[in-house]
């Protein structure tokens, strides 16, 4: 079991930046692949980014860029750094787990979510 715990969240302008930080418990995080989805109001989860265990990167099209995903193992943390923020990046971001070994962008293959923390940014 993992929990995982979202902070850093907030109301921004457009071209500001934010950090957000992911907590996770337990004494494996580094056994798991790490991604951050966002959901708008009205709209469906999106991926935004994810971290293999082993390191490797992936963004979506419209954040890429804009956002640097990176992970600490020795902090069970996985953090998401994002720059030049568009009010189009407003939204409540997750984080998740997966036990997956290669970059997962598909929300359903994630075995544990955070509670989410919410991006303003205006314009």
């Known amino acids: 079991q993992v929990q995982l715990v979202e902070a850093g969240g907030g109301l921004v302008q457009a071209g500001g930046s934010l950090r957000l930080s992911c907590a996770a418990s337990g004494r494996t995080f580094s056994t798991y692949g790490m991604g951050w989805f966002r959901q708008a109001p009205g709209k469906e989860r999106e991926f935004v980014a994810a971290v293999s265990r082993s390191g490797d990167t992936r963004y979506a099209d419209s954040v890429k860029g804009r956002f640097t995903i990176s992970r600490d193992n020795a902090k069970n943390t996985v953090y998401l750094q994002m720059n030049s923020l568009k009010p189009e990046d407003t939204a409540v971001y997750y984080c998740?787990?997966?036990?997956?070994?290669?970059?997962?962008?598909?929300?359903?293959?994630?075995?544990?979510w955070g509670q989410g923390t919410q991006v303003t940014v205006s314009s």
């Open positions: 998740a787990a997966t036990g997956a070994y290669l970059i997962v962008v598909v929300s359903s293959r994630y075995d544990y």
